[in-house]
Each structure stands twice: as structure tokens, then as C-alpha cells.
């Protein structure tokens, strides 16, 4: 699969803005000059991410002045201009359709005047719970207070616990919402709105827009979440809400399986369990593991479900986004440990 839809094809390094900012620059500095003298050297734009305090929880920006000054330090420093996160809980935090980009628009105006380019992120997921968030940010009220009455429109993991980082894609088309409105309603408004409130400054300030897609922005399951999990432990299937169940269950049905395979594997461990220290990812155990018919049968559901999930919102973006003058990208998270397992286990 092909993630990245653009008009414009880059090549685009993101960096974290150092607290130390003349370190950071003098980093940044050393590495696009070795760049230059490579053989065959292209110019590499630089986007240094912004921090996640330049915002309140409730959305104000915390010391105007401040940011002002890294901004105009950024641009001394040659860097191309910024990333950022667009936090669906602070935008639409007074209720659904009541979008408020206030803040958003002084940091894009701050951009425009000093001479910086905008890489912003549709940020669909809470920040707080990963590594490195300095913030505590969740999902919009509203949606939280559906998840009251039924917290299975969050992913859910074998021993109950539900996780409301960032919708489950079960409710992609389930009308839970006020309104009765689906998730993808809800992201289709709120990029919707983006447009209306951001388009003059397409193609001049905002060159870039990365489409969240799950936890931490990534197309990908919390199945690593920092509560439960220590690196490098195999995680957890998070197909555990009523509605992924109930989407397992027909797909069974339709296929004429077994009831086992109307549920996730019971033989997976847990976050911190090794692939040898459970039966699923082990190679050696034959009772409906990774490799049987059961084992690919819920594997292929699994991935799919996901895969579904990101093609149905890059597909809204590509509806919305294709006439702008603006690049769309997605992020695809790099689970790299066990991989070389046979596995494949994380």
C-alpha cells in the first residue's frame, strides 16, 4: 500500500525542537551541510517539530512572546519551517461542529510574517500516554461522554481495558454520534472545516498535511500501550469492543467457520509476554497458532480491518484535499522489534 498521496513528491526530514535551541540548530546546520557536499545531493527540506507545550491543555498558547522568538530563531537558522499537531480535542472541544482554530491561526500568521513553511498534523488522537508528551489533551468532550454510556467505540484489549487514546475503527461506520453520526463524519467535518478556515494560506505557509490515522497519529492498533507494556513485549490484540467483534464474527459466518474463530486467539500472552512464551506467535506450538488456518484466518481480518481504516480516511482527505495546493502524507508506525521472529510477533 501506497500511504503518501501528493501532488508533490518530497523528501522531508522531521525533527523535535530541542529545548536547547542552539544545539538543536547547530545539529540541524551540521547535518544539511554534510548533506550539500554528497555526491548527488538534492536539497533537503528541514521541519523542526514543534513542542507540544507551545499550546495549554485548553488551548491557549502558552507565552506568545517565546514562541515568537524560537520562530524568528528557526529562521536565522535556515530551517524550512515547523511541523505541528492540529488537536481535534482543542478544536472542537466545546462540542461537535463548534471548531475553534484560534490559536492555530496566530501560530500560522507567526509563520507567514517571520517567513516559515507549516507541515500540520490532523491530530485525531489525545496527547498524553506516549513517549515523550509533555501534554494532556483528549478527545473532544463530547466523544468522551458517548464513551461513558458505551466505551466499546475505544479499542479494548483482552483483560477489558479499554483505551481512549483514539477511536476504534468498529465505529468508522457505526452512527454513535450526536447526530448520528459516524467516526469518519466526524473526521470528514473536522478536515472539512480545516479547509474553509486555512486555504488562503495553502501553498505559501501550510505546504503540508499529514492525515492522523490512529495513536500517536499512526496507522496502527495501541497495542503497546505505556500502562500495561515494557519494551520489547509481543503487546496485545486490541479487537476486543463489540463492534470489531461483531465484524469478526459475520466475516466467520460468511466463510462458514467454526465458532473459534468467531473471537481473537486465547493463546496470545500478554504485553510482556516473549512470542516463545506463548502458543499463537510460536512456531513450534500446533494448537491454533500464527501459521494454522485459524491463526491466518484472524491475522488477515486484523490486518485488513486496519488497513481499511487508513484507506477510508486517506480516501476523505484525497476527496477534500485533491484541488488544494497542499501536500497530503500519512505516517505508518515503525514496529520494529521481533521482527526478525518468525512471527512477526510485535
Known sequence: KQWHISKKSKNIHTLNMANYFVFGLVLILFCFISSSYTSNSTYVPVFVMMNLDWI???????????????????KEGNVDGINVDTWWGIVENKGIKQYNWTSYLTLVNLCQSIG?????????????????????????PYVLD?????????????????????????????????GNQTALDLYYNFMQDYIKTFKPYFGKTIVE??????PAGELRYPSYQSAYWNFCGVGEFQSYDKYLLNDLKNLANIQNKPSLYY???????????????????????????????YGEFYLN???ERLIKHGEDILS??????????????????????LYFTPSHAA
Open 316 to 337: 476523505i482527505a484525497h476527496q477534500l484535499f485533491s484541488s488544494e495546493d497542499v501536500s497530503i502524507t500519512a505516517k505508518i508506525s515503525a514496529i520494529h522489534w
Open 209 to 214: 498535511v499529514q492525515i492522523g490515522m490512529g
Open 263 to 293: 473471537n481473537p486467539p486465547t493463546n496470545a500472552g500478554s504485553y510482556n509476554s516473549s512470542p516463545n512464551q506463548t502458543c499463537f506467535f510460536n512456531p513450534t506450538c500446533t494448537n491454533n497458532n500464527y501459521a494454522s488456518d
Open 146 to 178: 458517548v464513551g461513558e454510556n458505551n466505551p466499546d467505540i475505544f479499542y479494548k484489549d483482552s483483560s477489558g481495558n479499554y483505551d481512549p487514546e483514539y477511536l476504534s475503527s468498529g465505529v468508522d461506520n457505526e452512527p454513535v454520534f450526536p
Open 56 to 74: 495549554s491543555n485548553t488551548g491557549e498558547i502558552t507565552n506568545l512572546t517565546q514562541l515568537t522568538q524560537s520562530l524568528q530563531q528557526l
Open 301 to 303: 481480518w486484523y490486518c
Open 116 to 140: 516559515l513553511k507549516m507541515q500540520m498534523i490532523t491530530s485525531f488522537h489525545q496527547c498524553g500516554g506516549n513517549v515523550g508528551d509533555a501534554c494532556d489533551i483528549t478527545l473532544p
